[in-house]
C-alpha cells in the first residue's frame, strides 16, 4: 500500500537512476505514447472499447469497458491502483481484451469525483496528489468495496459480450488486491481467478482481513509481490500461503525480486517492464485454465 516508506524506496530508487520523474514520464507518455509501452499479441482480437456508466446503490460509477468486437468472453473486473481509472488502466484492460476478455476497469472514486481524479503523470511524491487521494482512498470501506462489486458483475452479466457460462476473473494493483479478494469472496460461483499486483493490506489484524476470507471463496489465485512490500511485512506471504492451503485452493504467491511497490502500470514512475511482463504472463496463463 502507499505510504511514506513506498514513498522513500521510490525517491531513492530514482536518484541513484537517474530515471525520468514520473511527472515527465506522464508528458512523454501521453495518448498514442502510451500504447506504445504495451506490447500486442501477434494474435490480438480487435476490440471495441468506451465508457459506460453503473448504476450503484451510492450513484453512477463511471468505468471503461473494452470487449473483443465480436461473440461473448469471460468478464474481468479491474480495481485500479490508488491513482485510479487513468488512460494507463484503459490500456491495460484494452490489451487484456485483445487476449480474449471482456473488461471493466472502474473508477473507485466515482462517489466523490469523475476519474481521472489526478492529472497526467501525477505522483505520489506530490503533496498535493497525496493530499488529495488519502481521503479519497480512506472512504473506500470494505463494506463499499463489496457494495461496488456486487453492482459491476452484475453489469458485466448483463452485457452480451460477457459469457454467461464461464466464470470472471479480477485483478486489483495497490489498494485493488485486497478488493479483488473481498469480490471472490462476495461472489465464489462467480469468480473463478483473481489477481493481485503489489497489492496493499491483503494481511491485518482485522476480523475482516482480506486472508481470513479465502475460505468464503472458490478462485485461483495470483499475488505478485514488491520487494519492498515484502520487506515491509515479510510474514504476509506466509500467511496468504497458509489461507489457500487450508482451504484448498491455488494460489501463486511470489515476491518479485528487485521491484518497489507500484512496479506493474505502465506510467509508475518505478515501472519494471521485464518483471511486470512476466507478472502479466503468469496472470494470462491463470485466466486460462481457471476461467476455462
Given at each position: ?215 468464503k471463496m472458490r478462485a485461483h489465485y495470483l499475488f505478485a509481490i514488491a520487494e519492498n512490500d515484502d520487506a515491509k511485512d515479510p510474514d504476509a506471504k506466509t500467511a496468504l500461503r497458509t489461507a489457500f492451503d487450508a482451504a484448498g485452493l491455488p494460489a501463486e504467491i511470489e515476491v518479485y525480486a528487485g ?34
Open positions: 500500500m502507499c505510504d511514506e516508506r513506498t514513498i522513500r524506496d521510490a525517491e531513492d530508487r530514482l536518484r541513484r537512476s537517474g530515471r525520468l520523474t514520473r511527472r515527465e514520464f506522464g508528458a512523454l507518455s501521453a495518448g498514442a505514447g502510451l500504447a506504445m509501452l504495451l506490447p500486442r499479441a501477434a494474435n490480438a482480437l480487435e476490440v471495441t472499447a468506451g465508457n459506460v456508466e453503473v448504476a450503484t446503490p451510492d450513484g453512477t460509477a463511471d468505468c471503461h469497458f473494452v470487449h473483443p468486437s465480436s461473440g461473448a468472453w469471460p468478464g474481468v473486473l479491474i480495481w485500479p491502483d490508488a491513482l485510479g481509472l487513468r488512460p494507463a488502466f484503459e490500456q491495460m484492460a484494452r490489451r487484456l481484451a485483445e487476449a480474449g476478455y471482456a473488461v471493466l476497469v472502474v473508477n473507485p472514486y466515482y462517489r466523490r469525483e469523475k476519474a481521472p481524479v489526478v492529472a497526467e503523470g501525477a505522483t505520489f511524491r506530490d503533496e498535493a496528489v497525496r493530499q488529495k487521494i488519502f481521503p479519497l482512498m480512506r472512504s473506500l470501506t470494505p463494506e463499499r468495496t463489496v457494495t461496488d462489486a456486487t453492482a459491476f458483475v452484475g453489469f458485466l452479466d448483463s452485457l452480451e459480450a460477457v459469457a454467461k457460462d464461464r466464470r470472471m476473473g479480477t485483478t486489483g494493483y495497490c489498494m485493488g488486491g485486497s478488493m479483488t479478494m473481498r469480490t471472490a469472496a462476495a461472489f465464489p460461483d462467480r469468480i473463478g481467478a483473481g489477481a493481485s499486483f503489489h497489492g496493499g493490506r491483503l494481511v491485518t489484524d482485522r476480523p475482516d482481513s482480506p486472508h481470513r476470507l479465502v475460505g521491484t518497489l511497490h507500484g512496479w506493474c502500470p505502465p506510467d509508475s514512475a518505478v515501472y519494471d517492464e521485464a518483471q511486470a511482463e512476466r507478472a502479466w504472463s503468469r496472470m494470462l496463463v491463470l485466466f486460462e485454465t481457471a476461467l476455462a
